[in-house]
């Protein structure tokens, strides 16, 4: 039995690797339409134009050409140019043409962001998929190590694995920046279950 977690840097890139094969990416896309700037929604920005301006309500404004944030996996669109304008610094390395996103979902495309933002996975395994120097890490500084019943051999404990991919491929080994986003991971996927009421996949 294998235990832990995965980032993503893309969402789509999360759907093509655990949704179940009989789920296809159209049956979860996708929330309403929304300012990307202003996380305004149509329904809330129309509304609100109608009550100001009743003989012309707003409309959220697509790009052109037309793109997708490929953190998001949803399409640009925004309330104003000026919302566009304040937004394109941040977004501008991760916009591609949405052109790309509809032919790769109907094409099946697995792998989305490139490298080197692509997937992490953080594995708790027994002691001999850990490297010496991390075991000589643990005994210098007294590290705790939990053992789980039913992971590796009874006794052995449960060490995290930090692995980065890339392509589908190990890659040779985690960057310091992404074991630093996998240990905020960690903080965050301790306070889902209480916070969050969510589900996790066991």
């Not at 179940?20 to 134009?49: F, I, K, M």
């Amino acid at each position: 039995e294998m235990m832990g977690f995965a980032i993503f840097w893309c969402r789509l890139d999360c759907e093509a690797r655990m949704l179940p094969p009989t789920l296809d990416h159209a049956d979860v896309h996708r929330e309403a339409p929304r300012c990307a700037y202003e996380a305004a929604s149509l329904e809330a920005t129309t509304a609100t134009a109608a009550v100001e301006m009743p003989q012309k309500p707003a409309k959220l404004k697509r790009t052109k050409p037309r793109s997708y944030d490929l953190r998001a996996g949803s399409e640009l669109v925004y309330n104003s140019a000026q919302a566009q304008r304040l937004h394109w610094p941040d977004v501008k390395p991760w916009s591609r043409p949405l052109s790309e996103r509809d032919e790769g979902i109907a094409q099946g495309r697995k792998w989305w962001a490139r490298p080197p933002l692509q997937e992490a996975s953080l594995l708790y395994r027994e002691a001999t998929l850990v490297p010496f120097d991390d075991h000589d890490t643990i005994r210098r500084f007294g590290l705790p190590v939990p053992g789980l019943a039913g992971v590796g051999v009874q006794g052995t404990g449960c060490y995290p694995v930090p692995m980065q991919f890339k392509s589908g491929g190990v890659a040779a080994g985690p960057t310091a920046s992404v074991c630093m986003w996998l240990e905020v991971a960690c903080a965050v996927a301790a306070q889902l279950p209480g916070r969050m009421g969510c589900w996790l996949n066991t």
